[in-house]
């Protein structure tokens, strides 16, 4: 729970075979031995690790300062033999970092003793630099004590209520948050997977009943229970339920955990974090610039950047944004907030560019396909680049080069410079702002799917 141990140094989750290697700690044993995350940890002092369970596994791999352990590894297909002497491991169980000049970002390992200070520090140090909003990262965070997580609750709702539980006989019980110098009011999204446990559940459940935080990710692990550890006579600990806990609104959470307020699953929800918060409004202000995808979610009105929501770095979890959440998703056409029809919906493209024409659709295209852009008026010829018209892998987003050749004073022809993908949808698309020769501007944007054939 402190993050203070003896053995190889790796961060690891269960799976079939034995324990999978999520990230190696810096400066470890098992960095010094060059094991990989993705590896997987088969056999440890010649026992197998397959069907045991992560705590058996996990003291297999452990041992005492000094001593070695041989493991075998699955490397892809390969299988291959460590020999690795333990260390005593410490690792901070809260860290720190600004993301840009306003967003500050902290993860929390585990819930150990020193976690509140070590916590209120790392949010000092942040606002000192300049952080105005915030993420805080709870991923893979398999829990650690009761009383810390309710001293970390101190830090969002002061002493309300933080935690319900109920012993065997449903006699309940509240806890309430301990109170702390520093109240956090700034825009905060948590960050959650299927390895988010325990105390990690109490916290993000008070965050997200009393609306002081929006979850992102993943559905928690839904260890709703709480243990008390008894000594034994030779020594010896027994560490037994003795009540499951509930949200502080009274909500269940033992086999059903904590549902993210935004599902991003298959993607980095950090970048979707940065998204939301680089541009977070409370009273959907943003709505006046139609260069902006709205939405409500966790009781907070969020607006989205679509320049940088559509980058390549950013496409895959945008998409993900749009396909597994049910949001209403607005945006404002320069006179009214406008939603998407069903065709929109469907066609997926008007949520990227939101008041673009769509144009007839162009099928089986051969890979040397080259296209021709016919303008109702002339048009200055240096408005019209690379950024001006693009040719856009649906799926990925990454930007096709292109040549552009004027052919008259109103005809451009877009050349990919690479052969197309085969079986491939392409946006290729007209922005705003090309100039006419009479000192006019392209007002509406315009869109072509593009699909190419075999």
């Not at 502080?248 to 940065?274: E, W």
């Not at 950013?314 to 939603?339: A, Y």
């Not at 048009?379 to 693009?390: L, P, Y």
């Amino acid at each position: 729970m402190n993050m203070s141990f003896s053995g190889i140094g790796v961060y690891i989750q269960q799976e079939p075979r034995g324990l999978e290697i999520t990230s190696v700690i810096k400066g470890s044993p098992a960095e010094e031995a060059k094991l990989q995350a993705g590896d997987i940890i088969i056999e440890a002092d010649g026992r197998s690790l397959a069907g045991l369970s992560q705590e058996v596994a996990t003291g297999l791999v452990r041992g005492p300062e000094g001593t070695t352990v041989n493991i075998v590894v699955l490397r892809g297909e390969e299988r291959l033999k460590f020999k690795v002497t333990r260390r005593n491991i410490e690792v901070p169980t809260v860290t720190g970092e600004m993301l840009d000049k306003s967003i500050g970002y902290v993860a929390i390992e585990s819930f150990g003793t020193d976690t509140k200070e070590t916590f209120q520090q790392v949010v000092k140090d942040l606002y000192k630099k300049g952080a105005k909003a915030g993420i805080i990262d709870m991923r893979n965070n398999t829990g650690g004590y009761l009383d810390t997580a309710l001293e970390l609750a101190g830090f969002f709702i002061g002493e309300q209520t933080a935690l319900i539980t109920k012993d065997r006989s449903q006699k309940a019980t509240e806890y309430k948050g301990v109170k702390q110098d520093l109240l956090i009011t700034e825009p905060t999204i948590f960050l959650t997977n299927g390895y988010s446990a325990s105390a990690s559940e109490i916290l993000t459940a008070v965050v997200k009943d009393y609306k002081k935080a929006v979850v992102v990710g993943t559905k928690t692990y839904g260890k709703g229970s709480v243990q008390t550890l008894y000594q034994l006579s030779e020594g010896d600990y027994l560490k037994l339920t003795v009540a499951e806990f509930y949200s502080p609104l009274g909500k269940a959470i033992n086999g059903v955990g904590v549902s993210p307020d935004v599902t991003i699953k298959d993607n980095d929800p950090v970048a979707m974090a940065q998204l939301m918060l680089e541009n977070y409004t409370q009273k959907a202000g943003a709505t006046k610039n139609s260069q902006y995808l709205n939405f409500s979610a966790g009781g907070k009105d969020w607006s989205i950047d679509l320049k940088e929501a559509t980058t390549p770095e950013n496409w895959f979890t945008f998409k993900e944004l749009l396909q597994k959440n049910s949001f209403r998703f607005t945006w404002w056409d320069g006179s009214q907030v406008k939603t998407f029809t069903a065709d929109e919906q469907k066609a997926l493209w008007p949520f990227f560019y939101p008041g673009y024409k769509g144009m007839a659709e162009l099928n089986n295209l051969p890979l040397d396909k080259t296209f021709t852009v016919r303008f109702t008026a002339p048009i200055v010829w240096n408005s019209v680049t690379g950024e001006t018209i693009e040719l856009i892998a649906r799926d990925t987003g990454e930007r096709i080069p292109v040549k552009l050749e004027q052919i008259d004073e109103r005809t451009v022809k877009v050349i990919p410079e690479v052969s197309l993908e085969p079986q491939t949808s392409y946006w290729l698309v007209i922005h705003q702002g090309i100039k006419g020769q009479d000192g006019s501007t392209l007002q509406q944007g315009a869109l072509t799917v593009v699909s190419t054939g075999k």
